[in-house]
């Protein structure tokens, strides 16, 4: 597996998503509901932000908001870093790294194709890396 599109395949189209106009703590119970760290914002059809986590700790608790009276515009990320589907699977684990970003959305010209998390890339690293010793022990053992 070498491109975000085959990882999306494999893994799912499925992005939860959340309005803009929606409480913080709307979004957070969703989190919680589904056992993910961030959600995708739209607007209609379009992707406006991504709020996570971190967005809830930095920019709502330490803030001493309250998350049922904030809306997620408010604290989301509206400047998203996002991949698309032919990027290679290093390419965004670079970006993530250099960017101390835990989720990207993929974008499929302006349609929201997938959601990926640097706990997915991991994976698909250490299954390469897997599969790369079994080959070389092969190869060596003969």
């Known amino acids: 597996m070498d491109k975000v599109s085959e990882l999306i ?51 709502l608790v330490l803030a001493g908001k309250s998350s049922k009276q904030t809306a997620v515009r408010d ?3 509206a400047r998203v870093i996002y991949a698309q589907p032919e990027q290679s699977i290093e390419a965004c684990m670079a970006t993530m790294t250099e960017r101390r970003i835990r989720h990207m959305p993929v974008l499929e010209g ?9 706990g997915d890339l991991v994976k698909v690293i250490i299954s390469q890396q ?13």
């Open 9 to 59: 395949a494999e893994k799912g189209h499925q992005v939860w998503t959340i309005g803009p106009e929606a409480t913080v703590f709307d979004a957070i119970k969703l989190m919680s509901e589904k056992e993910i760290g961030a959600l995708a914002v739209v607007e209609g059809e379009r992707l406006v932000g991504i709020i996570s986590e971190r967005d809830y700790a930095r920019k």
């Open 75 to 77: 604290v989301m990320t």
């Open 110 to 118: 302006e349609r929201l194709a997938g959601m990926i998390s640097l």
């Open 130 to 142: 897997k599969s790369l010793i079994r080959e070389l022990e092969t190869y060596i053992l003969g």
